[in-house]
């Protein structure tokens, strides 16, 4: 398992299995390289390398439907080689303007 923003590969690793897979835009492309990495070598899960992120997503389309849709792109990853979703919707909060001292 690889969660998208946060793992370490070594570059010959990351060589001997062609690279990142640039036809996957979004929903998973980590599940594919940890998918073709497994092939290579040894993939291993670890608590200590914690990332924090952003919980955008979550809160535009709930848990259910983000559970869903990740879960469905999992499997189809896994076993069929491809994401089930080709399309993704980019998720930014507007920016706050800062305010500018008066003068």
Avoid: C
């Amino acid at each position: 398992m690889v969660q998208g923003g946060n793992f370490i590969t070594s570059r010959t690793a990351l060589e001997a299995i062609g690279g990142f897979n640039t036809a996957i835009s979004f929903y998973g492309e980590d599940t594919d390289i940890a998918r073709r990495l497994n092939d290579v070598g040894e993939v291993r899960f670890t608590f200590s390398l914690k990332m924090f992120s952003s919980a955008r997503r979550l809160k535009s389309e709930g848990i259910l439907t983000m559970a869903a849709r990740y879960s469905i792109n999992y499997l189809w990853t896994t076993f069929l080689h491809r994401p089930f979703t080709n399309t993704y919707v980019d998720i930014r909060e507007p920016l706050t303007p800062t305010p500018q001292p008066e003068s």
